[in-house]
């Protein structure tokens, strides 16, 4: 979920950017609660994106204030619900105190599995292929030590490296606000995906909202690079 159009919704309504924020937490308890009764597994936020520190200084901290605060007032609740919390991204650059509060939200949710709530926070699609890949270079290192030669690199398996790795790709991507771009998500992993485009900016985006998109994405054929015949052999 790319969650876009806060800023523009508030300036629609001659508000300051950041009260576009503080009700787009709104549309998030609405997403949870879709995708709980719907049964979805996996639902992933983009929050911040690394190319978000470009942004105004009190825009930046005032969101790092309501992640901070809505990760103290929600967790709870997801854990009742059976959600289990996880970040991706580069938390090191956030406060001690704020990557205490997601060390601890993880903590205490890390045995619900009805739903599995990614945020993606200080996260990039480049910034991940390139942890990935550093990752992988360290795990060859004690073989390149003893004389082993690199694998070809075909045969360069990024997938259990990745952020998130413990998820299958993701099916449909939706982002509001009407960009048609991905703006660094998800980039390795939504080779596949769906790509769902509203013009509802995101404090808007309503479990109605929501309906149209998952009825929109029953009605996709998905082919993965093979023929309709194929795919309508292996279904049956
Ligand atoms: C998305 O809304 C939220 C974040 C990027 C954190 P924007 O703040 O980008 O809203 P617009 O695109 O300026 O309307
Ligand atoms: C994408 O929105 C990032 C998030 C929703 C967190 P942006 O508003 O940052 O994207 P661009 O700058 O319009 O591409
Ligand atoms: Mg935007």
Redesign the pocket.
């Known amino acids: 979920m790319?969650?876009?159009g806060n800023g523009r919704w508030a300036k629609n309504r001659f508000l300051p950017r950041v009260a576009g924020h503080a009700r787009g937490v709104r549309r998030v308890r609405d997403v949870v609660k879709f995708c709980l009764a719907r049964q979805t597994r996996f639902l992933t936020l983009?929050?911040?994106?690394t190319?978000?520190w470009n942004r105004p200084e009190n825009e930046v901290s005032y969101l790092m204030g309501l992640f901070a605060a809505t990760l103290e007032g929600e967790i709870n609740k997801l854990w009742e619900n059976g959600v289990r919390l996880r970040v991706i991204g580069d938390r090191t650059r956030f406060t001690p105190r704020l990557q205490a509060l997601i060390a601890s939200a993880e903590a205490r949710t890390a045995g619900a599995d009805r739903l599995i709530l990614t945020v993606a926070a200080n996260y990039g699609g480049q910034w991940d292929i390139q942890q990935a890949f550093r990752a992988w270079m360290k795990n060859q290192w004690p073989s390149l030590a003893t004389g082993g030669t690199l694998p070809e690199p075909s045969e360069i398996d990024l997938k259990p490296y990745l952020s998130m790795a413990y998820a299958p790709d993701p099916d449909l991507v939706i982002r509001t606000g009407g960009?048609q771009?991905i703006?660094n998500f998800l980039m390795w992993q939504s080779v596949y995906a769906e790509l769902y485009f509203t013009e509802t900016l995101w404090p808007d985006f309503d479990t109605a909202a929501m309906e149209l998109a998952f009825a929109w994405f029953a009605g996709r054929e998905r082919r993965f690079g093979q023929i309709g015949q194929q795919q309508r052999a292996t279904a049956c």
């Open positions: 790319i969650m876009d983009f929050a911040f994106s190319e978000n960009e771009r703006s």
